[in-house]
């Protein structure tokens, strides 16, 4: 299973990226996903995570400003980051379980200035 993560970049403080994850390969159904981030000197964080019944999980910090959503038919997903802080700034990884096994995508960096 592979991943490609896109989306990311550069934007002001209160704006908006969206991130999008697409799976390929031996794909049968993917259980999960979810987005994590990491910024300079910190540990890797759930940032956020959907499973195949719906069931949604935020981290405190962007509940209400990050959505996450997945196209199942299309091994997709994507983040919808609004009201975009300085301190969202980070590598953003895209995960998958599939079969029960986790694969982790490149990171994407977002930076967001003040």
């Known amino acids: 299973v592979q991943l490609q993560a896109s989306g990311g970049g550069l934007v002001q403080a209160g704006g908006s990226l969206r991130l999008s994850c697409v799976a390929s390969g031996s794909i049968f159904s993917i259980s999960a996903m979810g987005w994590y981030r990491q910024a300079p000197g910190k540990e890797r964080e759930l940032v956020a995570l959907i499973t195949s019944s719906g069931y949604t999980n935020y981290a405190d910090s962007v509940k209400g400003r990050f959505t996450i959503s997945t196209d199942n038919g299309k091994n997709a997903g994507d983040l919808q980051m609004n009201s975009l802080k300085p301190e969202d700034t980070a590598v953003y990884y895209c995960?998958?379980?599939?079969?029960?096994?986790?694969?982790w995508g490149q990171g994407t960096q977002v930076t967001v200035s003040s």
């Open positions: 995960h998958v379980i599939v079969r029960s096994r986790p694969y």
